[in-house]
C-alpha cells in the first residue's frame, strides 16, 4: 500500500468518527462545524508560522484557497443542518453522491475524462450504498428542504475535492490546509453570528466531543485526506470517500451500541468492491 493510499485509509476513518458525535446532538449543527474549524485551526497556525509555511511566491493563491475554505465550511454546515431536519442515513446518502458530482464536473469543466474503472465503481458503490441504507430508505426520501441540503453537500463536496486537487497541485499540503481553515473558521464564525448561535455555556462532554472534532475529525482527517488528494486522482479519492459510512456505523455500534445489520454488511462489501474497482489498471 503507497503512502497516500495509507494515508485516505487513516483520514477517512478519522471523518467516520464525526457523524457519530453528530448524532450525539451535544450542540448545535453550525456552531460545531464552527468549532471543529476554530480548534483545528489554532493548532496549525502557530506551528505554520514557526515553519514559515505561510509565505505565498504567489499573492493570488489566496483567492482559490480561500474558495476552498468557504465551501469546505459550507458543506459542513449544510450537512450538519440536514441531519438534524431529517436523518443521519438520509443525509449521508445524499451527501455520497459527491462522486458522480466529481465526475461530471470533471468532464464538463477540466476537460478531464475520467476512466472507465471510475464510473464503474461508482455505480458498484452506489448499488452497495443502497442496499447499505435500504431500499425503503431510498423510497421514503422526501423531496423537502433537508432532501435539497443533503443534494447541496454532496455538490459542494465535490466542488471542494476539485478545487482543492488544482491548489495542491501549486501548494505544500500544510499551507494550503492553514489558508483554507482560516477562511473557514472566519466563514462560519460570521454564519452563526448572523443566525445569533450562542458561543459559550456548553457541557463538559459537549466541549470534550468539540476539541475530538476539531484534532481528529478536521486537523489530522484533512491534513492527510489533503495529502492523498495532492498525490492520487480526485476521482479516486471522492470515490473512496464513500467507506467513512461503513466506519461511522462500525463506530456507531462501538459507542452509542447501534446494532450492524447483515443487510449493512453485505452492502459494506458491494461498497468496497465498487471502491476497489476504482484502484483497478489494466496491463498494458
Known sequence: MTKPRLAL?????????????????????????????AIATAIILPFALYKKKLKLENIKMLLPMMVCGILFASDIAVWN????????????????LSPIWVGVF??????????????????????????FVGVDTILNL????????????????????????????KLEVITFITYSMIFSTIFLFFINYVFGEQFFGFSNKAWVSLFVQGIVC?????????????????????????????????????????????IQMIGSVIILAGIATTFYEKNA
Open 106 to 131: 470533471s468532464l464538463l469543466f477540466l476537460s478531464f475524462r475520467p476512466r472507465k474503472s471510475f464510473w464503474l465503481g461508482t455505480l458498484i458503490a452506489l448499488i452497495g450504498m443502497t442496499v
Open 142 to 169: 422526501q423531496l423537502d428542504f433537508a432532501f435539497f441540503l443533503g443534494i447541496l453537500s454532496g455538490v459542494l463536496y465535490a466542488l471542494y475535492i476539485l478545487v482543492s486537487k488544482s491548489v495542491l497541485e
Open 9 to 37: 485509509f487513516i483520514g477517512i476513518l478519522c471523518i467516520s468518527i464525526f457523524p457519530v458525535i453528530v448524532r450525539m446532538n451535544l450542540t448545535s449543527g453550525l456552531i460545531s462545524a464552527f468549532y471543529r474549524m
Open 218 to 262: 478536521q486537523l489530522i482527517a484533512w491534513l492527510l485526506i489533503s495529502y492523498s488528494t495532492q498525490k492520487m486522482r480526485a476521482t479516486r479519492v471522492s470515490l473512496s470517500l464513500l467507506s467513512q459510512a461503513i466506519f461511522a456505523t462500525i463506530l456507531a455500534a462501538i459507542f452509542v451500541n447501534e446494532k450492524i445489520t447483515g
Open 81 to 96: 443542518i440536514s441531519i438534524q431536519n431529517s436523518s443521519a442515513t438520509q443525509a449521508t446518502l445524499l451527501t455520497n
